[in-house]
């Protein structure tokens, strides 16, 4: 069955950096689609960032464009989330996600989900 898995999760200051990883397994198909998503106290889930890995690009939400990237290792079956210029409205709980090939990054459109990470922007 597919996995994910997300690791990097921490306590930073404001202004750091951190990079989250999701490392994904049993899929059996190129065509998919793999989402960032994230879930503050309170708040609804947020598409942070999706990818389409068929062609490879990227959707960022308009909270952390300029500040986070998504990147992926193909070799590895990883993807990545890098987050710099980290803010304290960042902190939630981060998830990796997939599901089918699209354009969305709305968090029904993902089937499989990762158990999430804990990331704290705090002074």
């Known amino acids: 069955q597919l996995q994910l898995v997300e690791s990097g999760g921490g306590l930073v200051q404001p202004g750091g950096s951190l990079r989250l990883s999701c490392a994904v397994s049993?899929?059996?198909?190129?065509?998919?689609?793999i989402g960032w998503f994230r879930q503050a106290p309170g708040k609804e889930r947020e598409g942070v960032s999706c990818i389409r890995t068929s062609i490879g690009n990227t959707y960022y939400a308009d909270s952390v464009k300029g500040r986070f990237t998504f990147s992926r290792d193909n070799t590895k079956n990883t993807v990545y989330l890098q987050m710099n210029s980290l803010k304290p409205e960042d902190t939630a709980v981060y998830y990796c996600a997939a599901g089918p090939s699209s354009n969305s990054c709305w968090w029904l459109d993902f089937h499989t989900w990762g158990q999430g990470t804990q990331v704290t922007v705090s002074s």
């Open positions: 049993g899929f059996t198909s190129d065509y998919y689609r």
